[in-house]
């Protein structure tokens, strides 16, 4: 499988990963669900829109460290929490992988236009 099929099919479970724990975030009351949720579609645009993969990769594998504040324990037990967890790892798992592919495309793109040159 090509690496580009592999960023695509990353970036869009990055984003759905994403967008479930947003939703977790304000089922438990961590996030607001007024007009702030905004800023969530927002996030979920940049991640969508393939040029800025990079950026969303990266947020997503800082995602696991915003929430290292919060006693991650206390979600465990409420119903749900092991999903909120678990779209938490994944959202950072598939951001991490998604950004290293897009420095490694972007690197790519460096070392073919300097052969052409």
Known sequence: MK???VLIVLSLLNALFFGLHLTGDIVFGLEKGGREILVGV???AVYLYG???LLGGLASAGLPVLHT?????????LP???W???TLLMTGAT???AFV???QAIWGLRLRRRTSA
């Open 80 to 82: 749900g929490g092991y």
């Open 51 to 53: 040029a800025v993969g």
């Open 84 to 86: 909120f967890i678990w």
């Open 3 to 5: 690496r580009n099929t």
């Open 69 to 77: 504040g919060r006693p991650l324990e206390r979600f465990a037990q």
């Open 101 to 103: 592919l897009s420095m």
């Open 42 to 44: 927002l996030i979920l």
């Open 95 to 97: 951001g991490l992988v």
